[in-house]
């Protein structure tokens, strides 16, 4: 493996080891309400963010994000997130994270529908199937839980259009974060303000550890989002697209083994619909790619 590839490699490994340990962060904080928890992280990602634009010295590529247009479409993908972030950060604080865990498994298969209902792109049968069964794994897991996991469609949807939104606006990553948070946090500060003034308002949590706590979530926030972008320039998308899995695994073992949620059959018979589904998505899409590099391949030798 040569170095560039290691690196590509050792930076997804950290991003969506750091997503998928996410709930005990949260979990450790579960006594500020999940607003204060949004207002803090919006807060503090702006300055995480300027100082990775200072370390990178990205200051053009933030200037070329900051056109009428780019601004316009990056104002819709900060709302996506924000909603993201704010309905995350409840599903750990009212012990949902096996439910949260299934948005982020359904993402990419909801990815591929989306495509195919908004962008006209056809799907092979194999993605048709695996689309199937994940609507199945959801059926099953409406009747486990008693309702419609209303947590892991929001979060998966929302996380969805976001990422359809940064891929058509071609912005540095490091940038389109920046300008993300920035316009998200005039609503944060109004709202901490509102917060601070109103009875057992606080600035800043209950003081001691919550200080380094809150402090470190703009980072928490921005590190992953650099290491995806590090990642995606060096590894091949069939890799990103097995290890993007990482993520909810780590987040469903953390809910069953750490916060003891409920898992009975139920569960157990949605999860496997669930993974089966993406077993045969990962299988066509790795034989998709191989074929289209033999066609390449092919092309260039008629050259």
Not at 197 to 216: C, T
Not at 280 to 301: N, P, Q, W, Y
Request: a positive charge; charged letters at 10%; proline letters at 4%.
């Amino acid at each position: 493996m040569s170095s560039n590839l290691r690196l590509g490699f050792l930076c997804c490994l950290g991003c969506y080891t750091i997503w998928g340990c996410l709930p005990l962060y949260f979990r450790v904080l579960d006594h500020i309400s999940p607003m204060e928890m949004l207002a803090h992280r919006i807060i503090w990602s702006v300055p995480t963010g300027l100082i990775l634009i200072v370390i990178a010295r990205n200051w053009a590529q933030l200037r070329a994000a900051l056109t009428r247009q780019h601004v316009l479409w990056l104002t819709l993908s900060a709302l996506l997130i924000g909603a993201n972030w704010l309905v995350y950060i409840w599903a750990v604080s009212q012990e949902r994270v096996m439910e949260a865990s299934l948005g982020y498994y359904i993402n990419p298969l909801v990815n591929v529908l989306i495509g195919a209902v908004f962008f006209a792109e056809r799907l092979r049968p194999a993605q048709w199937a695996a689309v199937g069964l994940a609507g199945i794994g959801v059926t099953v897991m409406t009747s486990a839980l008693g309702y419609v996991p209303w947590v892991a469609l929001v979060l998966c949807f929302t996380f969805a259009f976001y990422s359809i939104i940064r891929k058509q606006v071609q912005v540095d990553s490091r940038a389109g974060f920046v300008v993300e948070a920035a316009l998200l946090a005039p609503l944060a500060l109004m709202w901490m303000g509102w917060f601070v003034g109103q009875p057992g308002g606080r600035l800043i949590g209950d003081g001691g550890w919550d200080i380094p706590l809150l402090l470190v979530s703009g980072p928490i926030t921005a590190v992953p989002l650099i290491l995806f972008a590090i990642a995606a320039k060096r590894l091949r998308l069939s890799t990103i697209g097995m290890m993007q899995y990482l993520g909810p695994t780590l987040q469903f073992l953390i809910s069953v083994f750490v916060f003891n949620e409920a898992f009975g059959l139920t569960h157990a018979i949605a999860f496997a619909f669930i993974w089966t589904a993406l077993i045969v998505f990962t299988i066509d899409s790795l034989v998709g790619e191989a074929k289209a590099r033999r066609l390449a391949r092919a092309a260039a030798s008629l050259r």
